[in-house]
């Protein structure tokens, strides 16, 4: 899998849009990049994924630069209950016989009121 | 509501005293497995199973078993826990080998004294 580099924290105000930056300049051609969010203690969460175009769910969008090597997931309006640690993936879907996911060290995100 | 549960939530053991901790998805997922979660060392996977009556070894199987008989359920047994296996441990299940999107249980918090 790409490593990736994210950096190790970020505040972001309540309402606003948050931006977490994430380096994956090592990125192959049929990798997909993935973002999980783990809150406190709890259980990994799914954002989204994507492989070039710019992806929109509910959650968030992830946008990912034409050549590949970075991307950004925006939470376009941060509430108190986003303030989590934010993991970038990157990986080809099937690679890992157990579908097994790697988190680096994620960006810790503190959204105050 | 789509969802991965396990219990306990909470245990505090001895050493080698048996004990399971159970898994149960409701969203017919052929894919399951179990992680630990440990300070800076981030996700590592246990055991995963592919299938009822396919289970194969993560990163760490060592002091672990696992069993699916039923495509629903993939409990997690420790034989004779030792204070090492102290940890935070999450079931996770995704529809099948390729699926990005990964759901996970809530957690359980072992201790081993």
């Known amino acids: 899998d790409a490593k990736t580099t994210q950096p190790p924290s970020m505040d972001c105000a309540e309402g606003r849009a948050a931006n977490l930056p994430c380096n994956h300049s090592?990125?192959?051609?049929?990798?997909?990049v993935y973002w999980y969010r783990q809150i406190h203690s709890q259980g990994p969460q799914y954002i989204i994924h994507?492989?070039?175009n710019n992806e929109t769910n509910e959650m968030a969008s992830l946008i990912i630069t034409e050549d590949r090597k970075s991307s950004t997931l925006i939470l376009p309006h941060a509430t108190l209950r986003d303030t989590a640690v934010y993991y970038c993936?990157?990986?080809?879907?099937?690679?890992?016989?157990?579908?097994?996911?790697?988190f680096g060290g994620g960006t810790r995100v503190l959204v105050k009121p | 509501e789509a969802q991965v549960t396990q219990n306990p939530r909470y245990l505090i053991t001895v050493t080698g005293k048996k004990l399971t901790v159970t898994c149960s998805q409701n969203?017919?997922?052929?894919?399951m497995s179990w992680y630990r979660q440990d300070p800076g060392l981030g996700l590592r996977q246990i055991y995963y199973?592919?299938?009822?009556?396919?289970?194969d070894k993560g990163d760490v199987p060592e002091g672990y078993k696992v069993s699916r008989k039923e495509k629903r359920n993939f409990p997690l047994i420790l034989e004779s826990p030792s204070p090492n296996q102290t940890s935070l441990y999450f079931c996770?299940?995704?529809?099948?080998?390729?699926?990005?999107?990964?759901?996970f249980g809530p957690g359980t918090r072992l201790t081993v004294t």
């Open positions: 996770a299940s995704s529809l099948n080998r390729d699926s990005y999107e990964q759901y």
């Open positions: 090592t990125i192959s051609g049929n990798e997909y």
């Open positions: 994507g492989l070039k």
């Open positions: 993936i990157v990986r080809p879907p099937g690679q890992s016989a157990g579908n097994k996911l790697t």
């Open positions: 969203m017919n997922h052929e894919y």
């Open positions: 199973s592919m299938n009822v009556e396919v289970t």
